[in-house]
C-alpha cells in the first residue's frame, strides 16, 4: 500500500520501530487514534501486516507495513529510501525497538552484543539523522526516543543494554539542543519496568504498555529534553543518577539484574 497515492490525513504520518508488540505497539494504537497514518517497522512480517490490517480497520488511518531488521547495517538507510519511493514525509518518528540481553559481559557472546548496540543505538542515531533535516525543512515534526530508566546508572549484568539506552539519552539531550526553537520537538522518553513480552518478569510497581504510550503523547506537548514514564521511575531515576553515589547506583542496579539474569 502506498501511502502517497492516498488523502494524507491532517495529523501526518508517525512512524513507529518495534511496533508489533509491548510499548511499539500501543504507541502506534495511540498514535492512531489521534488519526494519525502509520509507517509500521519490526521483524516478523506477519505480525507485521496483521498488526498494520488491525490499525487500518479499527482506526480507518493509512499503515504501510516495513519489515526490516534494524540490526542489519543497511536497514535505516533503506528505510529512508522506501520513504522518499513511497512519498511519505514522517511527521513523527518514534524510535522504539529495541532487545535487552541479561548475563555478565564475561559470558556475552559479542555477535549477540554488537547486534544489540546496532538495534538499541545505531539506528537509533542513524534513524534521527536520515529523518531529521526533513522536518527542520519544514519546520515542525517530532522525535521520540525510547530509553529506559536503565540509562541513568551503570547496569551490571545488563550492561551493554543500560549503555545502549545511556546512549540514546544522552543523544537525544544533544539533538534536543541542537533542535531548540526550530519547530522540531526531540525528546528521550525512559520507560522503567513495563508489562511486555521483553519484561515478563513479576517487579512491583510495573507499568502497561499503555501507559508508556500515554506518557509519550504527553512528552510530545512539553519541552524538556527527557521523560521518566510514572512517578515512581521517575523518583528512582532522579536518586539514581543525582543522589546515590555511582558505586551504590551499580550494586543496587547490579542485584537486581543479577537476579533476572539468574532467572532468564
Ligand atoms: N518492557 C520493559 O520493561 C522496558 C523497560 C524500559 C525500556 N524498554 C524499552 O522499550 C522499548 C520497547 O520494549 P518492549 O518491552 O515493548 O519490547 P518487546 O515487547 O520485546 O517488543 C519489541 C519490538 O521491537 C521489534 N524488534 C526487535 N528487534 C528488532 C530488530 N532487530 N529490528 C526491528 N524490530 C525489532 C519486535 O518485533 P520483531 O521481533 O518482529 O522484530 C517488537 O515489535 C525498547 O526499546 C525497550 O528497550 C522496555
Known amino acids: 500500500m502506498k501511502i502517497a497515492k492516498m488523502e494524507p490525513t491532517k495529523q501526518g504520518t508517525a512512524l513507529v520501530t518495534g511496533a508489533t508488540m509491548g510499548i511499539g505497539a500501543a504507541i502506534a ?9 502509520l509507517v509500521l517497522v519490526a521483524r516478523d512480517a506477519a505480525r507485521l501486516e496483521a498488526a498494520a490490517k488491525r490499525l487500518r480497520a ?5 499503515v504501510l507495513a516495513v519489515p526490516l531488521d534494524l540490526s542489519h547495517e543497511q536497514a535505516p538507510a533503506k528505510l529512508a529510501e522506501r520513504l522518499e519511493d513511497e512519498r511519505v514525509a514522517v511527521e513523527v518518528l518514534v524510535n522504539n525497538a529495541g532487545v535487552a540481553q541479561v548475563g555478565p559481559v564475561a559470558d556475552t557472546n ?17 534513524l534521527t539523522s536520515l529523518l531529521l533535516p526533513g522536518m527542520l525543512v519544514r519546520g515542525h515534526g517530532a522525535i521520540v526516543n525510547i530509553a529506559s530508566t536503565a540509562a541513568y546508572a551503570p547496569a551490571p ?34 520507560p522503567g519496568a513495563t508489562e511486555t513480552p521483553m519484561n515478563t518478569r513479576p517487579v512491583p510497581g510495573k507499568r502497561q504498555p499503555e501507559q508508556v504510550a500515554e506518557t509519550v ?35 543496587i542496579s547490579g542485584q537486581f539484574f543479577r537476579k533476572a539474569a539468574s532467572e532468564s
Open 110 to 126: 559479542p555477535a549477540r552484543m554488537r547486534a544489540l548496540i546496532d538495534v538499541n543505538a545505531r539506528a537509533v542515531a542513524e
Open 217 to 251: 503523547m504527553k512528552a510530545m506537548r512539553g519541552r524538556g529534553p527527557a521523560v521518566v514514564d510514572g512517578p515512581f521511575n521517575t523518583v528512582q531515576a532522579f536518586v539514581f543518577s543525582r543522589i546515590l553515589p555511582t558505586r551504590t547506583a551499580a550494586r
Open 157 to 190: 549484568y545488563n550492561a551493554a543494554y543500560g549503555a545502549s539506552k545511556a546512549f540514546v539519552l544522552s543523544f537525544t539531550r544533544a539533538v534536543w539542543a541542537e533542535t531548540k526553537r526550530t519547530g522540531v520537538r526531540v525528546v528521550a522518553v525512559s
Open 29 to 37: 494504537e495511540r498514535m492512531a487514534r489521534e488519526g494519525m497514518d
Open 58 to 62: 479499527d482506526h480507518g488511518v493509512e
